[in-house]
């Protein structure tokens, strides 16, 4: 490699160099030298990007695995069934429901499911070891070439580390009956490292019906060579099994008849089984380098649900199974050039392709688990296809820019045990991505970013043209592929010394919203939302030993409909603020406090959720790095707010037959400690 080249490495590095990130907020780096053989990487595009590292999110306490996003400023988990169930995400004015307009992928891997059997673009990320995830980077708006489907609203790469420095054993015992263990070690195989790790967790709950959770996620990950050059082999594996406490309605517990940590059906609940391998190709190339991966993923669910209770069958009771059973397969490729232009330009191509075989997804009545009748049952082929472009021009000192196209094309295939049901469909999108960037002035940047972006609806409504309950009455297909609009304005700053600070002003616009329907358990396409709001974080360095950061965000989400405007389960305003001690002659200890705000559960506006508000604590101790203990006190103030609040009609024994509209909720669970003991070979 020349002289030549490696110089012009090294100055689009030093021109493009952008954000680190501290407590998840951007820090505008000092320049550094890049040698030729690493990978460049294009500078933060918008004040809402980046990455955490290993040490910070070991820093934080979390209750379960789906916590580790709210790692993304203004994101906020929440449950509203059992653990093996995926979380509820709110972000930018959206219930996600589990994850429609936020794109999650695990070392590349997807992790939304297209045409699912609960609900479109489910992201259940609960098969992560997260004690072994090695950085989360995590992008909002529909910006980013590389982000297709489902990332409208942002989306999240978490990444496994590459190796260990010593092999470790933990075992976790906490209240209501948890227990959790896990191996890992990264020995090192011929000219590379092997990363395994095994955990097993059991879990009975708080709630009044036990969970039985019995929980087991594997990895085996084999990686060689740099970030540039080599290549990485993975194998995953994940099992669940629960029993689900699940929402409640607020006349029952207010009149007596269950306790707030009580339930109505104990048969709710499920299991599920993901098995995936995956082969990343690095190396490279004239100018440039370049990147492919091949995947395939073997998912299976069963999810028994009742949320109406005796509804619409008074004698048996309205649970429901909805059963998904799928292979996916995929390949993404992307090369990236320097450009010999005037000025320094950086080109990158990339390629998505994915093919989802389910077989069958189906929807069932039952009672205590058992089927009584069909409602639907599909064979579901649906393939993908994604070609994107982003090219980043650095013009003066002071300003860049970066414009990017994606075009993708859909082929849904659906046979329905109805046959009225059953088709073919084709669909394709353009989405164009602007970004302009100015700065660094006194080290402060400032963003202007405009993107479309889009996600896909589910392959049956795609193809539907008959209610599949009576079997007659006509039904209108819904669009395949919905496009969002996005805008924001940002800046960020580290111009006060130990102080780093990010703000922007954005909108969204979605040619289709989807509104939740409580009495079926599930999204149908509505008219079209308007959504715009603020976002705020810092993260300030109090001293050597003590750290605060803190992210609040508003959104104003509205739906154009003559019902009301109001879009049920928006919320307005989300904060959180916490302080981290990382390190002092071997203690480490984090406080953090979750606020939900509270927002419309009905279009019109009428009844509303109520806010919640939590606070975790850790803190840990480390000897001769070789042993560890730390105490997690889950809920320290034993709050008694609501996980997530929904509002529909369900109907209890002896009353009335066409229900009772009242609030539905899961409670945040109480207050729990947990001791993990560490050993470090």
């Known amino acids: 490699m020349s002289r030549q080249w490696s110089a012009e490495v090294a100055a689009l590095a030093l021109s493009l160099v952008g954000p680190a990130m501290a407590g998840g907020v951007p820090v505008e780096l000092d320049p550094v030298t890049v040698r030729a053989s690493q990978t460049l990487q294009s500078a933060a595009q918008s004040s809402t990007e980046g990455t955490v590292t290993a040490e910070q999110l070991a820093e934080r306490p979390i209750s379960r695995a789906g916590e580790l996003l709210e790692f993304v400023p203004g994101l906020m988990v929440t449950q509203h069934s059992g653990e093996g169930k995926a979380n509820q995400y709110f972000l930018r004015g959206f219930n996600l429901d589990h994850g429609t307009d936020f794109y999650a992928e695990v070392d590349g891997l997807p992790v939304n499911m297209r045409s699912h059997g609960h609900g479109q673009g489910y992201a259940d990320i609960n098969f992560i070891i997260p004690e072994l995830i090695g950085s989360l980077s995590y992008r909002k708006g529909p910006y980013y070439a590389d982000v297709g489907d489902f990332g409208a609203a942002g989306s999240a790469n978490l990444r496994y580390l590459d190796e260990l420095p010593r092999s470790r054993a933990e075992v976790s015992l906490g209240e209501y009956g948890y227990y959790s263990s896990l191996l890992a070690a990264s020995p090192s195989v011929l000219d590379g490292k092997l990363l395994l790790g095994l955990q097993a967790t059991r879990y009975q709950g708080p709630f009044q019906l036990e969970e039985d959770m019995k929980k087991f996620a594997g990895i085996a990950r084999y990686n060689q060579g740099s970030a540039t050059e080599g290549f990485t082999a993975s194998l995953m594996a994940y099992h ?23 339930f109505i059906d104990p048969s709710d609940g499920g299991t599920v089984g993901r098995y995936s391998g995956a082969l990343e190709w690095r190396g490279l190339a004239e100018r440039g380098n370049w990147r492919a991966q091949a995947y395939a993923l073997k998912y299976r669910m069963q999810l028994y649900s009742n949320f109406t209770y005796f509804l619409d069958n008074p004698d048996d009771g309205d649970q429901f199974n909805q059963f998904d059973d799928r292979m996916v397969y995929g390949f993404s490729a992307r090369r990236y050039w320097l450009l010999p232009t005037a000025i320094p330009a950086d080109l990158s191509l990339g390629l998505q392709a994915r093919y989802d075989d389910i077989a069958p997804v189906g929807l069932y009545k039952t009672r205590a688990r058992e089927r009584l009748a069909t409602v639907r049952e599909d064979q579901v082929r649906e393939g993908s296809a994604g070609v994107f472009l982003s090219s980043t021009q650095k013009w003066t000192p002071w300003f860049r820019s970066q414009l990017g196209l994606r075009a993708d094309a859909y082929s849904f295939e659906v046979d329905s045990d109805l046959a009225a049901n059953s088709g073919r469909a084709d669909d394709a999108i353009l989405s164009p991505k602007l970004a302009l960037v100015f700065g660094p002035w006194s080290r402060t940047q400032f963003y202007l970013n405009y993107g479309e972006g889009f996600h896909s609806n589910d392959a049956r409504g795609v193809t539907t ?24 304005i940002g800046v960020s700053s580290a111009i006060v010394p130990g102080l780093s600070i990010a703000a922007s002003l954005w909108q969204l616009h979605f040619d289709s919203e989807l509104v939740y329907v409580g009495d079926a358990g599930a999204n149908e396409p509505s008219g079209a939302s308007r959504r715009r709001g603020v976002e705020l974080s810092l993260y300030y360095a109090l001293s050597d030993w003590l750290a605060l950061d803190a992210d609040y965000a508003y959104a104003r989400a509205r739906l154009d409909s003559e019902d009301g405007d109001r879009i049920p389960n928006s919320i307005g305003s989300v904060y959180g603020l916490g302080l981290t001690v990382p390190d002092i002659r071997g203690w480490s200890g984090g406080l953090r406090l979750r606020y939900l705000g509270g927002g419309p559960l009905i279009e019109d506006n009428s009844v509303r959720s109520r806010a919640t508000s939590v606070v975790n604590a850790q803190v840990g101790y480390r000897y001769r790095q070789r042993y560890s203990a730390k105490l997690q006190v889950l809920n320290l103030f034993d709050s008694r707010d609501h996980d997530i609040t929904y509002y529909y009609e369900s109907r209890l024994p002896g009353e009335p037959a066409d229900g009772v509209a009242d609030t539905h909720f899961h409670p945040v669970e109480p207050r729990a400690l947990r001791l993990t003991l560490g050993l470090e070979l």
Request: charged share 30%.
């Open 465 to 488: 043209t008959v209610d599949p309950l009576d079997q007659t009455t006509p039904q209108d297909p819904v669009d395949a592929l919905v496009k969002a609009r996005g805008g924001e």
């Open 240 to 262: 669940i099994d629960y029993t689900a406490p699940d929402q409640i309605p607020q006349r029952a517990v207010d009149g007596g008849q269950i306790d707030r940590l009580g």
